[in-house]
């Protein structure tokens, strides 16, 4: 079995989504890849966006190809909320409503 490579990961940032959940993404030097995201990030259900900005590793096999290990924290791109934040709850009986 394969273990970990070490950390192999770098900051990249989402352009646009891609048929079948692939992403394309920028990395700093400006090479575009075409990524997945990894198992941990596909059970979290994680919806990435353009703009986000993610860590990535590259495949060993395929330089345009790679996959995503996780979303990079402190990113002053778009602000995330839960969707639950923005509804309202709005009474069924107004009668009751305080």
Known sequence: ?????????????????????????????????????????RIAIVRLMAGDAVRIEKSPFDATKGRIVGIESGHPGRV???????????????ETAP
């Not at 770098?10 to 992403?23: G, Q, R």
């Not at 993404?25 to 995201?37: F, I, P």
């Open 1 to 41: 079995m394969g273990g970990k490579r070490g950390d192999q990961s770098e900051p990249a940032v989402v352009v646009e989504t891609l048929p079948n959940k692939m992403l394309l993404v920028e990395t700093r030097d400006g090479s575009r890849l075409a990524v997945h995201a990894s198992g941990a990030m």
């Open 80 to 94: 995330r909320s839960a969707p639950n934040e923005t509804r309202r709850h709005i009474p069924k009986d107004p």
